[in-house]
């Protein structure tokens, strides 16, 4: 087991050292560098020569990249173009945020996800199911900036319930977001939950036709019984990958939602920094979301492996 | 026998109603008296709804169904009737089910120990404190080695012998007074089964519970029941004591079944029944068995016979039932075609070896070898041109993955393969060249998942035309036609899905592939298990022509010792992935045998009241090879001493060509197996 999971620590180090590569050389690639973004109409001439020389930018890009990795391995993420800032500091704040939106969207949308797959399954083909299938299709296909408009256009506009936009600065603490973080909660989790209803549901639907529910139906084990003893547990083991890959999506890819809203994320900071050109703070951001991407999906392959005594014992008997 | 029944359907019929509200039967007009400590066995060919008989009489239907006609009733409760409560308390307790597959009937995520404690939860007086204790005593009843170790264990760390225990141990905890089993011993190894059904024998005595045994195979019925039910399309067809129904059948199916099954006293290839059971609601007004009937007139396609006492005054569903022992109930008398067997080799493995675990990356950096003992090891065999070559053994014996080896899906790691007198023949598939691949084809056991679902016969049959021959146009159609009428199907299929087909005909599409390479060596992989006795009996039969009309040689990998006998020139039985004896078949089913033949031999059990199986071994499943010393030395009953832990056994070769891999002299082993049988 240990050595199991050393190996896909292992394996998941090297996927991101691979990404790393490839986000570096896809920034060397574009035209342009962090002087020219920084000097902007004045890079030319010795001015120019002048910031590479203090960048260090003259160096060939193997030893460039080698200094960027080692660097962001000690946490140290350089600085950016714009400002000089430490980008450790700037995203670390952002990260903050993110991970609160995140987190307070899995709380209201996982436990309400399978909740209602688990009722969708079960009551499979009747009107509950329907509603909930049908509403989850509407949540997956209706774009997010169209559901956050209407959420924003009917709870703050006309109803004024909810502040519709945040205003609160990025380095705020995680308490003064609310209630300005409940519209984008909600909105995440919307989308979200319909990933994991459907999921559950067809897990659920087929665990409750399996040989073993119907063994158990014939031993006399009362209906309920057989639900959360019986099937629960293997019909939950495929929800989490899906929460994960969820996860990786809340950090890293709710943009629109951020840029809707306002909200001061990781997602939103991206977007900027590729409108600056601020380059140094576009890798390190990249860098971030795919260390959670393999971060999250190992943390879910180690759990199913726990929760399912198939894959747990290979590799603790014999 | 006076006794209130304990089971009693009365002119059950079940179906599903359709959306215009017509309804499709499954069953119908089912009676089925079941009497306290009586054991009956429920047979007939798949789709004959045996199995809902079982799950109706403990008030359960499938997904669908639902009842249209009559009841059942369980000691006088009507199952269709109770509420959910009432029925959760028998079901289970006084009238239990052993499923087919225990594998997929054990909750994966409960450990052994918590599933039968739940049972004994549920169905139990006794005080939870004494749960443990009898759920120790349940598994020790059924025989299972070290129960506390398979409290504590899941249900995918047991073999499939150990995991029928497990249910029938699960079974017991309500005390049933009645049990159904459904399938109970199909997949499993000969050894085992024979096991299984002795303990089922022996527990139906000691508790007296009435049993209803559902099967497809008559030598299972056989040695456990009393009575025997033969089902044909959702009807009893005929009803009688076990030794009526197998030795004097009144019903023309009941005949065309006993004859289809292959015998291992017979070495004659068994006999087809032709066609095909009519879909549910297809019967007609007539009786559902005349389209496949030898004995069918007008009468039997307007009128449905009645369920009426036959002959020998046991009930059948017949017109013409007094007839019926005119029809043949015995193989069709043909021997295994004998092209004539060439001396040159077509195929000879040397000292093959093959190993499915690969050192890892961190081991091969290190230089170190695998020392653990390779998955099958030391194959010798050479097959001459036109010869079949049947390999026998239980489940892990390596049979299969010969073949694939062969085939060269599966690189051996050691030994050469030489095919035709050539060079050796390239390692796998990758390396060898289109004329290689086209001479040796392989027939996979299931043509569900080796027939591209999505894909036409006609497009199945173009493939290896177009790789191979580079035909296209008209020359493809015809001949793809012409490789259907070979396979007795003929053109009109060229057009239709596998999922059309019925099982039969879609392994002799898969067996068309094959032929349409017009091979030389074509490796057969339990090509009939998955298929009705009356289904295998005509692809038997197919083989067996194809190869007269074209010289083909055959490796044939069967579990099935009868099905093996009724095509094989020659046999070679395998354990552990050795070779433990081969020779000619006659010779190889005669003794003096190896003591794995032998105890193989002795677990067969044949439609045939009046036979017993010898066991001899148990039947423990094991997952590697001893290091050294004969690969059968932790189970042989015969074994001599400590030369066989430590020595490899020697060929003992005979003039006939029949070789036996043992440290017992052969005249002594032959005296001894005289002396015991």
Redesign the interface.
Known sequence: MLQMFLRRLFLGAITVAIVSMIIFAGVEILPGDACTAFLEREAQGRVLENCREELDLNRPAVVRYLDWASDALRGDLGVSANGQRSIAEMVGARLQNSLLLAACALIVGVPTAIFLGVVSGLWRDRPVDLILSTGAIFAMTIPEFVSATVLILVFSVWLGWLPGIVLTSANAPASEFFPEIILPVVVLAMVMTAHILRTVRSSVIEVMNSDYVQMATLKGVPYWRIVFRHALPNALLPAINVVALTIAWLLGGVVVIEVVFNYPGLGRMMIDAISDRDLPVVQAIALIVATVYVGVNLTADLLTMVANPRLRTLYTRK | MTDTPVIQLSDLSIGFTGRAGYTLPVLRNIDLTVRPGESIGLVGESGSGKSTVA?AA?G?LK?GLRVLNGRATFEGHDMFALN?KE???????HL??I?Q?SG???????RIGAQLT??LR??SRLDPSQFSARVLELLGQVRLPDPQAITRR?P??LSGGQQQRV?IA?ALA?EPRALLLDEPTTGLDVTTQAHILELLRDLARETGMAMVYVSHDLGAIARVCDRVVVMYAGEVVMEGSARQVLTAPTHPYARGLLASIPKLSDPHLPMALGGRPPAPGGAGDGCAFVDRCALASDLCRTSRPMLAPGPGGAPVRCHHADRADTLPMTSTGDHAARAEVGTAPVLSLQDLEIRYSKPGILDRLRGLQDTRPATVDDITITIAKGETLGLVGESGSGKSTILKTIAGLLPPAGGEIRFDGDAPLPRSVEQRGPDHLRRIQLIFQNPDDSLNPRHTIAEILEQPLKLYFGLSGTALQDRCVEILERVRLGGHYLDRLPSQLSGGEKQRVAVARAFAANPDLVLCDEVTSALDVSVQAAVLELLNDLKAAQGTTYVFVSHDLAVVRALSDRVAVLYQGRLCEIGPSAEVYALPSHPYTEVLLGAVLEPDPDTAPKLTADDVIELSPPAKGCPFQRRCPRKIGAKCDTDTPPWQTRDDGHAIRCHIPLDDLHRQQQADS
């Open positions: 799950l403990m359960y997904r959910r029925l959760e308390s028998l079901r289970g307790g239990a089910l499923p597959n997929q009937s054990l909750t994966p995520t409960l739940e049972a549920l169905h899941y995918h760390e249910a699960m309500g």
